[in-house]
């Protein structure tokens, strides 16, 4: 290995630590580790724009300025007063409905707002109901990844995967949607299997909660009625364009015989022009929106594309290709070391700077196997393996961040005790379907 | 507190920023706090009664209903009204006065205390001439809770304004007020 790659792989493997760690801000870390790259001409400037997926991306931040917009309205609060009415003072109802709003919700809006949002209101729910919080915690962070892993859209490791090898929507609710419905329904039998028993609350305590979320008023969630309706609007036209993306031209040829009926529209335009639309529509301040999109995250992305980039450029992440391609015999085979690699390798490192390191090679294994069943392994993989532990996914931070600023404390050791089991066995189902579709 | 602790803090930070303050204080405005989702004890309500109290809304009375409490209806007379009348008129007049008003405070108490007892309450009844202000406050201090209609004290006002002395006597009294 020469000089260059050294400097490339240790400049890799410290930022990697650094972002595990978390001393250093990891869009900080990563920008750090770019800029070496960069500075020592080992990705240059017109690689560096290759490098740089402009796809995931302008996604990112399309969606950001959605959901920005649309939590001015009081949408999602909305969401989370109606969930816990509909659950009528039943605890297990409570569970099951977070879990599966939690889910629906992140398969189209990112994971991190989603639980944002929810977390605060099942806190409320489990104190009136004078339960232990943290079933009802960890069932919606499980549910918010496997959720997020439906769709194209719904987790980081998705867009990024769909950006790079240029999968569509559909493709993504065709080959791991199903997978996702099955996982979250083995997800809510282990729960109430592990849990269930400590969920009982006596008729008069259920009376007491149900008459306490009745005092709740959804319509006084809502801040901004006209606002809200847009909103709704406005996502239910992008989740509609995000089906017919790839063949938007087809049906817009019917119309306005101009347009080429080849044509297809990228999710990240997709994504930008609901942004514009709804910004136009709603008249929200473009300055106020604008300073809520979270910048920091998308620097976090551009900076581990250089660095990963860095890799690519010396030659690396091609040597290690040529590894695997001498030593896999099947694509069966290359599935299973995907997908298992990626689960308990996003375990450890979150699960976006491992995909980002793992789409180069992928691509790479191309040149010799058909790659198309090793992305729907490495989502599979990124998505879920963020279960196994409490750094796994960005989804569990943030839940167990809010839990502990409540005095929930949820333990390294207790969730990883429970987000092993469930990512050895959501994972291993997942593994099973993928493999039955394209390795049989 | 442990690395693992720490790490998460430390990544939550990065992660959410200041989004998870302004989430709170989006969720403050229609969620109860700890100390409101507990429902205080409370065995005794007053509720003062004048002219200008026609009714107690079924509204209030849902509320009220939330406590297994006795109600204590008071009608008030304005001893500053009687004192003026018994200077300006003579003492016949004065006295008129005062029978067809206590005619009126009976009737309302009598009819007031029907409808609360039909909703299951327990209650008591009392008249007198006094000041609607300060015997509220003095004897709010006996009871567990206070009820005032917004038009106590408050002559015909057609707007919904509260009025000034129900205001007052929310400032100063110690125990929960709950204006209907």
């Given at each position: 290995m020469d000089t260059v790659a050294l400097i490339a792989v240790a400049v890799f493997l410290f930022t990697y630590a650094l972002i595990v760690d978390e001393r250093i801000h990891r869009a900080v870390a990563a920008m750090l580790g770019a800029a070496i790259v960069v500075f020592v001409g080992i990705v240059p400037w017109e690689a560096l724009l290759e490098h740089v997926d402009f796809g995931t991306i302008f996604l990112l931040l399309g969606m950001m300025i959605i959901v920005n917009t649309a939590r001015g309205s009081g949408l999602f609060e909305y969401i989370a007063i109606r969930t816990a009415k509909l659950a009528k003072g039943s605890p297990i109802r409570v569970l099951v409905l977070f879990a599966i709003v939690t889910a629906i919700v992140s398969a189209f809006l990112d994971n991190v707002t989603t639980v944002l949002l929810l977390t605060p209101m099942l806190l409320y729910v489990a104190r009136v109901m004078e339960l232990n919080p943290v079933p009802f915690l960890v069932t919606e962070i499980f549910a918010s990844n496997v959720g997020g892993a439906?769709?194209?859209?719904?987790?980081p490791p998705n867009i990024m995967i769909a950006s790079s090898a240029g999968l569509t929507f559909n493709e993504f609710l065709i080959h791991l949607a199903p997978i996702m419905v099955v996982d979250m329904a083995i997800l809510l039998l282990m729960m109430y299997a592990i849990y269930g028993r400590s969920m009982k609350v006596s008729p008069d305590e259920r009376q007491e909660m149900v008459r306490t979320l009745k005092?709740?008023?959804?319509?006084?969630?809502?801040?901004d009625r006209s606002l809200f309706n847009k909103s709704v609007a406005v996502i239910a036209f992008v989740v509609l364009l995000f089906f017919v993306h790839d063949r938007v031209g087809e049906i817009l040829h019917v119309v306005?015989?101009?347009?080429?009926?080849?044509m297809g529209l990228e999710p990240a335009e997709v994504a930008l022009i609901g942004a514009a639309i709804l910004l136009f529509w709603s008249r929200q301040s473009p300055e106020e929106i604008f300073e809520k999109i979270e910048w920091p995250a998308l620097f976090f992305f551009g900076g581990l594309f250089v660095i990963v980039g860095a890799l690519v450029e010396t030659g690396i992440i091609s040597s290690i290709a040529q590894i695997m391609v001498e030593n896999v015999g099947s694509t069966g085979e290359a599935m299973f070391i995907v997908t298992w690699f990626a689960a308990i390798a996003s375990a450890i490192v979150d699960n976006i700077p491992l995909t980002a390191a793992m789409i180069p090679l992928i691509h790479d294994l191309g040149a010799t196997m058909d790659v198309y069943p090793l992305w729907w392994s490495l989502a599979l993989g990124a998505c879920l393996g963020g279960n196994g532990t409490a750094i796994g996914a960005s989804a569990n931070v943030v839940v167990i961040g809010i839990a502990e600023r409540d005095g929930i404390g949820i333990t390294f050791i207790d969730f990883l005790k429970v987000g092993m089991l469930v990512l050895f066995v959501t994972v291993a189902v997942g593994f099973g379907i993928l493999w039955l579709k394209f390795a049989m | 507190m442990g690395y693992s602790s720490s790490l998460i803090q430390r990544k939550f930070k990065d992660i959410v920023g200041k989004r998870y303050e302004s989430v709170l204080k989006e969720y403050s405005e229609f969620l109860l706090t700890e100390e409101e989702v507990l429902i205080p004890e409370v065995r005794s309500i007053l509720i003062p009664l004048d002219f200008f109290v026609h009714d107690i809304p079924d509204e209030a009375i849902d509320v009220l209903s939330a406590y297994d409490a006795t109600i204590s209806l008071a009608y008030i007379t304005d001893a500053g009204v009687v004192d003026l009348l018994e200077r300006a008129l003579d003492r016949e007049s004065t006295e008129e006065f005062r029978t067809k008003k206590e005619d009126y405070g009976r009737k309302l108490l009598e009819r007031t205390a029907a409808k609360l007892e039909e909703h299951g309450f327990s209650t008591q009844t009392r008249m007198f001439v006094g000041h609607k202000g300060d015997d509220v406050v003095r004897m709010a201090k006996n009871h567990d809770m206070v009820a005032l209609c917004?038009?106590?004290?408050?002559?015909?006002?057609?707007?919904?304004s509260i009025s000034p002395i129900v205001l007052r006597i929310c400032q100063r009294v110690e125990t929960p007020a709950l204006i209907y």
């Open positions: 439906a769709t194209l859209i719904g987790d005092g709740l008023d959804e319509r006084a969630a809502i801040v306005l015989p101009f347009v080429d009926p080849a | 917004r038009r106590y004290a408050d002559g015909e006002s057609t707007d919904a």
